[in-house]
């Protein structure tokens, strides 16, 4: 990414006071590194999935990010294309689920392609580890129908709203 872009990032931020930077980190390029996902904190049975699915583990970043989520902090991660970003938030869903099978949770994405290939990726895992169904919302129908006994539900952010409005 440019460099003035990041300064241009800089200026608003100090510009306003009601703008703060929580934690900033810049990480220069390096080999990648793993940790193993026993470290992590993630359910038996996660640790065993990633463990066949990533037989190398998780990236650093992915660790960090998930320890961090499992702790109860606000997290934000930005990284580069195909850097595993859907495991920060994935993993962490699938160990609250492992652990309570009555949480749920709401993924939402702002086109219905991502939440496609999401929801193929997530519905495979979901079967591995044996657990229930994921359910996708092209329109807001679903919300009268299924919001008393959802377990998660995959969405475009243009219906959150409106479909949360026909409930409440």
């Known amino acids: 990414m440019r460099k003035d872009l990041f300064s241009d990032i800089d200026d608003v931020i100090k510009s306003e006071e009601h703008l703060k930077v929580a934690y900033h980190r810049t990480y220069q390029g390096q080999d990648a590194e793993y940790v193993s996902p026993a470290r992590v904190g993630l359910h038996p049975l996660l640790v065993s999935y990633v463990n066949l699915r990533y037989p190398s583990g998780l990236f650093t970043h992915q660790a960090d990010a998930i320890k961090a989520i499992l702790s109860g902090k606000n997290t934000v991660v930005a990284t580069k294309t195909s850097s595993g970003k859907s495991l920060l938030f994935t993993l962490p869903i699938?160990?609250?689920?492992?652990?309570?099978?009555?949480?749920?949770?709401?993924?939402?994405?702002?086109?219905?392609?991502?939440?496609?290939?999401?929801?193929?990726?997530?519905?495979?895992?979901?079967?591995i580890l044996g657990r229930q169904e994921f359910f996708q919302a092209a329109d807001n129908s679903f919300f009268m129908a299924i919001v008393d006994h959802i377990l998660n539900l995959l969405t475009p952010d243009d219906l959150v709203h409106p479909g949360f409005e026909l409930t409440h």
């Open 94 to 127: 699938f160990n609250a689920h492992l652990n309570d099978p009555n949480s749920t949770a709401l993924f939402i994405y702002p086109q219905n392609a991502l939440a496609n290939d999401q929801l193929s990726k997530l519905t495979q895992t979901d079967r």
